[in-house]
């Protein structure tokens, strides 16, 4: 009898922790009374979410009984939290407090795209990036949401690492911070090692996959990165954040914000500092960066000054990893010892390392750089339904990669040729140093309109880059007639990049909205000088390109819709691009025509999103394996190409303590017809034969045909988060003609998460985490490359290198709020 009733207790019990309850209400605007439409609301830890109706009305079905916290936050209002305790069915009515207006608010307007724009996007909080931040680069951070695939030079996710978003690389991937463009001007990529921890002043990034909306700065072929730094805080706060992990990995930072004053004045600020030994050997990081910010924040007028940057010396650990050695061939480790031409250290250092072997063995073998951003936003409300936002941007970037070069030709450096008891010395052991000294400045603006039909946007941008490029011979064994401090090479560039457009989203009916964008790019690049292996550049080039989209957006039900969108992306050659070119073989500028369709669902407790999309290229570039005439890679315009897949976007909040997100991304990535091109040097190498093969439909490099990632979180207890993520990549192709002795193996990896926070009497908050990378301890790659030569009929050369990533490692990270 006894163990019936325990039974039957045991049963009450559950069945009301699982009960599942309703919690609707209504929002209004405590000033006139008016429901405020569109208002965020979120119901925590349950991770439940809905925006209000056109009558401020919200509802959260299958809410399990306990205790939450309603958050709701609306453009232009005080954020509200109220604690609740759930325990039947519940009608709530709030009250929201206007504001004064937020910087991060009217940045949004210009560049992000809304639920109103028929394109394909997802947005990331502060709060999940929050989660992950313990001292890997942003890419990281990313690296669950849908089609990304991330990779680490040093192997741990700290210093050089890079993201590619459908299989497009970061050259491809604009990238904006507040609107501004971050891109560099000339390689056209985004160096993250630049602005170490940005991730801790970042407010929100809206991932743009395809071409995207119009934006500022670089062409988006992949994808559109939209970073939006922290906006007025309402309270003044303050924190100390440190992570310790494998590696000997540390990070800290301090932040502070007085939150917005009386006199409608706020400022913030934060120094971080992030170090690494990194996963491959000596591939070491030093990392220190600050943000700063301080404005006006008015009822109708805004201003701010925002300054962020950073410093980074990393030891390079560009190399990659011999796929010999990472097979523990021996054979084949000989092999790569004498194609190369090692001396005794370097075939030591060969024969003697593991996965985590890095070629560069020079004690100051670095690239160090710092840069420094500078923007001041200024806002106004014309009227109750105009507002203009304008900014002028400053970025400073300086600073050098250290080499040590074994048996350098004196010739290559403008060098002559030396004598000595007779014998002629005509190469040396030498240390030089490549310099970039740039500048890069200018405007962006938006003028924007909305009422309850129309959201129309005039913006664009116009932007100026000066950069130059030298390099400096600090040490020689033989000096020559060179000096110390030598300068070897030098040229300047100058590159000016206008843009506007126009964007409309129009609301036909309740159910039918149309949205129609216009922008219009004009590029002009210029550069003269010589180049680090003794050409001349003298280049003058314009680019003018006109990029229509448009498409529509259909409301089925509350919370589902349906969207279609076609548009039209064009993007200049790079620098190494024009630079490199054969003579009388100048680079085509590339198109993208994208189309993208898909289904949104969202209710109190589901997530659902698919979506179809066709990116066709003409004039794409690509590494064909052709070389200039001293030897330099070049990239050559390939007639047709295309990538088309299908994403799956679902997440469910089963109940307040277990949830689930996956993501599922399958696609195809062909090129029509490529043509290889490799060269045979002859059996005494002194010939120079191009040798050429036709390949059709094969597939695109770096373009995995199925990515997937997904997250399964536990809140066994209040303030307590159990997370499990794991990420699968596809096969990968090295290059151009699909062959399989040529790629990077699919893998498997899972991480654990830990977040814990609990609150004091002296420390408003204390936030516990743990991230367990690589649980499971896979051995794994993300990015490699191969080349391949002959040395007559009967000798054939192909070498991979690949980058190793780290088996299981671990970050802990205690963060203090006061």
Do not use: C
Request: charged share 20%.
């Amino acid at each position: 009898m006894r163990k019936v009733y325990l039974l039957a207790v045991l049963v009450l019990t559950m069945a009301q922790a699982l009960a599942q309850n309703v919690v609707k209400g209504k929002v209004v605007d405590d000033a006139t009374g008016e429901p405020v439409y569109g208002a965020s609301v979120m119901l925590t830890p349950s991770n439940k979410g809905t925006t209000t109706n056109r009558l401020g009305e919200f509802s959260l079905e299958n809410v399990s009984t306990g205790n939450y916290v309603l958050k709701v936050s609306m453009i232009g209002f005080a954020s509200l939290e109220r604690s609740i305790s759930v325990q039947g069915n519940q009608n709530i009515s709030l009250r929201l407090t206007q504001r004064a207006q937020n910087l991060q608010d009217v940045i949004v307007t210009g560049t992000r795209a809304t639920e109103k724009t028929p394109t394909t996007f997802t947005n990331v909080s502060a709060e999940e990036i929050e989660k992950q931040n313990l001292g890997q680069d942003l890419p990281f951070l990313l690296n669950w949401t849908p089609s990304v695939v991330t990779a680490s030079d040093a192997g741990a996710g700290v210093g050089y690492t890079g993201i590619r978003i459908r299989g497009s690389d970061g050259a491809r991937i604009n990238v904006t911070i507040n609107g501004i463009p971050i891109n560099d001007s000339e390689s056209q990529g985004t160096f993250w090692v630049n602005m170490p921890d940005i991730a801790s002043s970042t407010s929100s990034i809206q991932v743009q996959r395809g071409v995207g909306t119009s934006t500022n700065g670089a062409g988006a072929f992949g994808a559109s990165l939209n970073i939006l730094t922290n906006g007025v805080s309402t309270e003044p706060k303050a924190q100390l954040n440190t992570s310790y992990g494998s590696f000997n990995t540390q990070k800290y930072n301090a932040i502070y914000s007085t939150g917005l004053l009386e006199n409608n004045w706020a400022f913030e600020g934060r120094l971080s500092k992030i170090s690494s030994d990194g996963y491959i050997d000596r591939a070491s990081s030093d990392l220190t960066s600050y943000y700063i910010s301080g404005g006006y924040f008015g009822e109708k007028t805004s201003f701010q000054l925002i300054h962020f940057g950073g410093d980074e010396k990393t030891y390079q650990s560009w190399w990659g990893t011999p796929e010999a050695k990472l097979n523990n061939d021996a054979a084949g480790i000989e092999e790569v010892i004498a194609n190369n031409g090692y001396d005794q250290e370097q075939a030591e250092n060969l024969r003697n390392s593991g996965r985590t072997f890095n070629y560069y063995l020079y004690d100051n073998q670095v690239d160090d750089y710092g840069q420094d951003h500078y923007q001041f936003h200024f806002s106004q409300e014309l009227a109750a339904e105009w507002n203009v936002n304008a900014a002028l941007h400053y970025t400073k970037g300086a600073g050098f990669y250290e080499e040590f070069r074994r048996d350098d030709d004196l010739a290559d450096y403008g060098l002559q040729d030396v004598t000595l008891g007779g014998v002629t010395i005509s190469s040396t052991d030498l240390i030089r140093r490549r310099w970039l000294d740039n500048d890069f400045y200018g405007v962006t603006y938006d003028l924007n309109y909305e009422n309850s039909n129309v959201q129309a946007t005039l913006g664009g941008a116009y932007n100026e880059y000066d950069g130059l490029h030298f390099g400096e011979v600090i040490w020689a064994q033989y000096a020559s007639n060179g000096s110390i401090r030598e300068r070897y090479y030098e040229s300047r560039s100058d590159k000016s990049d206008f843009n506007t457009y126009a964007k409309v989203n129009y609301q036909v009916t309740e159910g039918l909205n149309l949205f129609g964008d216009l922008q219009l790019r004009r590029i002009t690049y210029s550069g003269f000088g010589v180049d680090n292996d003794q050409r001349v550049i003298d280049f003058d080039t314009d680019f003018t390109f006109v990029n229509p989209k448009f498409g529509a957006t259909y409301n089925l039900t509350e919370g589902s819709s349906i969207y279609g969108s076609f548009a039209v992306g064009n993007k200049e050659p790079n620098r190494s691009d024009i630079i490199d070119a054969t003579p009388g073989t100048e680079p085509k500028h590339e198109t993208l025509n994208n189309i993208e369709v898909g289904y949104r669902k969202r209710t109190g407790r589901t997530v659902f999103e698919a979506n179809y999309y066709l990116m066709d290229y003409k004039n794409q570039l690509v590494l064909t394996g052709e070389v200039n005439d001293v030897g330099g890679s070049i990239r050559t315009n390939v007639p047709d190409s295309y990538r088309m897949g299908v994403e799956l976007v679902g997440g469910m909040q089963l109940n307040s303590w277990f949830g689930f997100q996956a993501n599922l991304a399958l696609s195809r990535n062909k090129i029509k017809s490529f043509q290889e091109v490799i060269f045979d040097y002859g059996a005494n190498f002194d010939e120079y034969n191009e040798v050429r093969t036709e390949f059709e439909d094969t597939d695109i490099s770096f373009s995995p045909s199925v990515v997937a990632g997904s997250q399964i979180t536990f809140t066994p207890v209040s303030n307590l988060e159990l997370a499990i993520l794991s990420k699968y990549v596809g096969d990968q192709y090295l290059d151009n003609t699909s062959n399989e002795n040529r790629k990077i193996d699919a893998f498997f990896v899972n991480d654990l998460r830990i977040n814990y926070g609990f609150n004091t009497k002296f420390i408003k908050r204390v936030n516990l985490s743990l991230l367990v990378n690589n649980l499971l301890n896979e051995k794994y790659e993300t990015n490699g490359y191969t080349f391949g030569y002959f040395g007559g009929p009967d000798y054939e050369v192909r070498e991979n290198y690949f980058y190793p990533q780290a088996g299981t490692n671990f970050l802990f990270s205690v963060g203090l709020d006061f």
